[in-house]
């Protein structure tokens, strides 16, 4: 199985020479692997909805530990074929700000493979609480009638104004 090489600094597909390059070696496998996979919110690929993190139904919950959150990423990273096993991993989760940072080794065919996930020592998700005020709607009912009254009853039945559909 060949994978498409993505950049490590910007994750865009790399194409040069008029070809989409492949990746080279299972290092870089591997880091790309993770990445997708950590940063990737499960249920977010149509073709597999498996694929990814769950963080929504089990990260970005109230009141969950950092046990819970360092079990599910080992799992996920256990997950992965090129993976032999996790030779050590730190977790990070910082409640007040609400970002939660990773970093491991994994063994990987009689290689040690340190940090495959990121360029630098850690890599962070940031997980910040929402703005109350913008998860706001405002409709107000003087609109919302006169919108009703148009649609139903100003519109005509034929014509190119019409709420009725032709193609049916």
């Not at 074929?81 to 994994?106: N, W």
């Not at 005020?133 to 519109?155: D, G, P, W």
Request: with cysteine; hydrophobic share 35%; aromatic share 14%.
């Amino acid at each position: 199985m060949i994978d498409l090489y993505l950049d490590p600094d910007t994750n865009d597909l790399v194409y040069a020479d008029g070809i989409f390059q492949a990746v080279s070696d299972y290092k870089e496998l591997l880091r790309q692997r993770l990445y997708m996979q950590l940063n990737t919110f499960m249920g977010e690929w149509f073709i597999n909805t498996d694929f990814g993190m769950p963080y929504r139904e089990s990260i970005l919950i109230k009141n969950i530990t950092q046990a819970e959150v360092d079990a599910i990423f080992i799992t996920k990273i256990n997950e992965e074929d090129l993976v032999d096993e996790i030779v050590s991993y730190e977790g990070s989760l910082d409640k007040s700000t609400r970002k939660y940072s990773a970093s491991f080794t994994v063994k990987v065919t009689n290689e040690t493979i340190e940090n495959p996930l990121v360029v630098t020592t850690t890599d962070e998700w940031d997980y910040t609480a929402t703005d109350s005020s913008l998860a706001s709607a405002s409709c107000y009912t003087t609109e919302a009638n006169s919108i009703y009254y148009h649609i139903n009853f100003e519109l005509p039945v034929d014509g190119i104004y019409t709420w009725i559909n032709s193609w049916s």
